[in-house]
């Protein structure tokens, strides 16, 4: 079974500090993906990446940057977190097959910036 | 551009009632679209895809391409049902998720 972690269920941190968000999958999926997750909008995609050192901009990724220097783990990274990014983070993998490969997401983390 | 709508972000049912979660879409090319659940206190995870033409948990979706549609159906709710349900479209190797309809089950 595919197993994605992510490092912190809840994190709190203050407004200008820079914060870092870990996700570590299993199952050598060469995709993997960070959303946001808010109410009424729904997941909205802020990074991928579909190898190491290789990333996108999703929808939203004014604020954050990312980081895949192994192909296990991908890092969201907030530079200077502000109020507007309090939000719960999810962070999903996939293979690489062609369409149709269901994404396998963690459990999330919720933060709150102060 | 690609676009995924939930009308409903929330649908009451009671048990054994019938239950249709409406997904719309917007794309321009051959669409593959999810359902994706979420129950309390659980992760996200797949229900099922269209390209399966599977039924998980009793749910089946079938797509509408002359009305872009990809609605989530159930004859007979459970209370177990009740969970945020997601319709998303592939574009690529990315999805796109609707707003997301919680469906609550009463007894």
């Known amino acids: 079974d595919v197993k994605v972690t992510q490092s912190s269920r809840y994190l709190v941190k203050r407004t200008g500090e820079k914060v870092f968000l870990e996700c570590v999958q299993d199952?050598?999926?060469?995709?993997m993906f960070w959303y946001r997750q808010d109410p009424g909008l729904g997941l909205r995609l802020i990074y991928f990446?579909?190898?190491?050192?290789?990333?996108e901009k999703g929808d939203i990724p004014e604020g954050y940057s990312v980081s895949r220097e192994k192909k296990e783990r991908f890092s969201l990274i907030l530079e200077s977190a502000s109020t507007n990014q309090t939000s719960m983070y999810l962070c999903?993998?996939?293979?690489?097959?062609?369409?149709?490969?269901?994404?396998?997401f963690g459990d999330g983390t919720r933060l709150s910036i102060l | 551009a690609q676009r995924v709508t939930q009308p409903e972000k929330l649908l009451s049912v009671f048990k054994g009632a019938p239950v249709e979660l409406k997904c719309n879409y917007s794309?321009?090319?051959?669409?593959?679209l999810f359902w994706y659940v979420q129950y309390s206190r659980q992760r996200l995870q797949l229900l099922l895809r269209?390209?399966s033409r599977e039924s998980i948990k009793g749910f089946t979706a079938d797509l509408n391409k002359g009305e872009t549609s990809f609605h989530l159906k159930k004859p007979f709710a459970q209370e177990e049902d009740s969970a945020m349900y997601y319709c998303?479209?592939?574009?690529?190797?990315?999805?796109?998720f609707g707003a997301g309809t919680i469906l609550r089950v009463k007894s």
């Open positions: 999903a993998s996939s293979q690489d097959r062609g369409l149709n490969q269901p994404q396998h």
């Open positions: 199952m050598d999926h060469e995709n």
């Open positions: 990446s579909y190898d190491v050192k290789m990333k």
């Open positions: 794309y321009s090319g051959s669409p593959e």
């Open positions: 269209h390209i």
């Open positions: 998303a479209l592939e574009y690529g190797n990315k999805l796109v």
